[in-house]
């Protein structure tokens, strides 16, 4: 009888040794292939050098082969004097030495008495600038091992050594099934309940990059029958087998029962978060990863083990996460039961590496678009507390990092359409984390962003942005940089509905309100307004329900699941809301005034001032950009 192991909580590393343990007898065939075309593929062999390179005594430069010992007496005041035919040859770089010659004096080097003569005035040694037989690559000498990714260096090593066809292995074909009733094809017509299918397409990109052959079938609908046919069939056609969804343990959850039926489960359930459900087994002698249907879920199972397994049946274990040291910027918390990936913006500030946490749920797709790196917290671990040195698994090149400007504060949609024009410039790029503006004050407090965005109200003065600065950063010379003027008001359904115009509208028809974060500057100022208006914060439906955007408040509101919110006019006018003003506020940036000298900073600084920028501002509408670019410097 079959041990119950649905659902287990095993390591991620135990799971990938037992499942790997368990198909090692299962390789894909090798092939030949030429040379030139084995570029990513992986030797089968180990591949040896047919002949020497270079197989003849050549020249390494441009000049004369003669004879050393007839340049031995050769001095500034007695020159040794050649002739051509007689004592030397002349080369060019690349051209055989004939046998009789074990020198090359460069032509540099040679004083032209006539047309076929030449002077000499220092000594040439034997086997001078000569590259010698097998100086490179020596016939019978070992090229490349066996299980080695051949890289585009090594095809002319190889083609040097006279091999031009390598034994390496196939690579494999996977089969990539979706299965749900929910999930639709890209372009087909939607209903409420739909979801457009796109996990399957991001497998197929991804097996492509680890160097398979990813072949998608049609969704396969919540029929344990159907599914269990389609499964057999690919099973027996090809080498992998990627089944998503369906690996939880919902009533149309079908995966494990179909590989139990068809094959066997050696694995339901991992020790990670994101990821958790996922299903390893075999079917008809193939593995079959039965992958969790939540994007960001499925992302980190096929980056964490699918990846090994393309790899593993071509004979090659490939160890290429990259790592950097970086400053946590915030407190993270985390199940001590699971190995987490968080997702982090990363910049290079003072000589240091930041890691600022993003978004964490399953689903939240561009979170994987946004990040810059994996912070894997370890499950033996609660977390970690700010400041904390962490590994993190990059997600971009050293340079980039270097390279990116890193914005940690409010969010607004004129961060990204600047964030787009200074990518053009080619160099610098600029990555924001969405913490609102009391976050970006922290963050700049202990140096752990570029520069904050921020819209602080006083409550007491009515000023904006200055007391903050001053209160939370005092013994640091920061610039105040004047972004844009925006409205802050109150968006609703288009045509307004419940007939909204005020706050006080929202307690009064009972409205379903949706909230910016506490600490954002949306937030102080609703506070600010309730306050002065005499408005229980408790009265309003929906107050602790919290959003971190503008743009997704405004959706929440577009899509029917609040009646209102707070925030700028841009955001209302791209989810097509009515918008009623409430109040102008200042959205400025606040920077260290040594960072105003760095090269990425000027660039950022010179696109905002661009008269593209404010053709863009003017698009969305709704910004006030006259003093945009105006510097106050607070001590």
Not at 89 to 109: A, L, Q, S
Request: charged letters at 30%; one cysteine or more; proline letters at 4%.
């Amino acid at each position: 009888m079959r041990q119950n192991i649905y659902l287990s909580n095993i390591s991620l590393n135990e799971a990938i040794n037992i499942f790997l343990e368990k198909i090692k007898d299962f390789k894909v065939e090798t092939e030949y292939v030429k040379t030139y075309e084995a570029n990513g593929r992986i030797t089968a062999k180990p591949i040896f050098a047919k002949i020497s390179s270079p197989f003849y005594n050549s020249s390494a430069v441009d000049g004369i082969a003669t004879v050393a010992k007839k340049t031995f007496t050769a001095t500034d005041k007695n020159p040794v004097r050649l002739k051509e035919g007689v004592d030397y040859v002349v080369v060019d770089t690349g051209d055989p030495i004939p046998d009789e010659y074990d020198c090359v004096i460069m032509v540099e080097d040679l004083i032209w008495v006539s047309q076929d003569e030449v002077e000499i005035i220092k000594p040439a040694i034997p086997w001078q600038n000569i590259r010698q037989i097998g100086e490179d690559i020596v016939e019978g000498q070992l090229i490349l091992p066996q299980s080695h990714r051949i890289r585009p260096v090594d095809i002319g090593a190889l083609i040097a050594g006279g091999v031009f066809e390598v034994e390496v292995y196939k690579k494999p074909k996977v089969a990539i099934i979706p299965t749900g009733t929910e999930i639709v094809e890209p372009g087909e017509e939607l209903k409420v309940g739909d979801i457009i299918e796109f996990n399957s397409r991001v497998f197929a990109a991804q097996v492509e990059e680890y160097g398979g052959i990813p072949t998608r079938f049609d969704i396969v609908k919540d029929d344990f029958e159907k599914l269990k046919d389609v499964v057999d069939q690919a099973s027996r056609e090809y080498d992998i087998i990627l089944l998503n969804a369906g690996s939880s343990a919902g009533r149309e959850d079908y995966s494990k029962k179909v590989i139990e039926t068809l094959g066997e489960v050696y694995i339901h359930g991992v020790a990670i978060k994101p990821g958790k459900p996922v299903i390893l087994g075999r079917v008809n002698n193939k593995p079959i990863v039965g992958i969790p249907g939540f994007p960001v879920s499925a992302y980190f199972i096929m980056e964490n083990i699918v990846k090994k397994l393309v790899n593993f049946v071509q004979g090659y274990d490939r160890k290429d996460k990259r790592y950097i040291e970086a400053t946590l910027s915030k407190r993270i918390m985390s199940s001590p039961k699971y190995l987490e990936f968080v997702r982090v913006k990363l910049g290079f500030i003072d000589g240091k590496y930041i890691a600022a946490p993003i978004e964490r749920g399953a689903g939240t797709t561009m979170s994987l678009v946004r990040a810059d790196g994996v912070l894997e917290i370890p499950e033996e671990l609660e977390g970690y507390e700010k400041g904390t040195r962490v590994n993190v698994n990059i997600l971009k090149s050293e340079d980039e990092i270097k390279n990116t400007i890193l914005c940690i504060g409010s969010h607004d949609l004129i961060l990204d359409i600047a964030a787009d024009l200074l990518a053009k410039g080619g160099k610098f790029t600029l990555s924001s984390a969405h913490v609102g503006s009391m976050g970006g004050i922290l963050s700049l407090k202990d140096r752990e962003t570029h520069f904050a965005t921020i819209h602080l109200l006083d409550v007491e003065t009515g000023e904006y942005n200055k007391s903050y600065v001053k209160r939370y950063i005092p013994n640091r010379k920061i610039a105040l940089i004047k972004f844009v003027k925006r409205i802050q008001g109150l968006m609703v359904k288009k045509g307004n509905p419940l007939e909204i115009n005020s706050l006080e509208d929202i307690v009064k028809k009972g409205a379903r309100f949706v909230n910016r974060q506490k600490g954002s500057g949306t937030r102080i100022l609703l506070d600010y307004e309730l306050k002065r208006l005499g408005i229980n914060p408790k009265d309003i439906i929906g107050y602790e329900r919290e959003e971190y955007t503008h743009i997704s408040v405004a959706a929440q509101i577009a899509k029917g699941n609040a009646d209102a919110g707070l925030g700028v006019f841009s955001a209302a006018k791209i989810m097509d809301l009515d918008f009623i003003p409430i109040a102008n506020e200042d959205y400025d940036i606040a920077i260290p005034v040594e960072y105003l000298e760095l090269d990425g900073v000027k660039q950022f600084l010179e696109v905002i001032n661009s008269e593209e920028f404010k053709n863009e501002l003017d698009k969305l509408g709704g910004y006030d950009y006259s003093n945009l670019g105006e510097i106050i410097i607070i001590e």
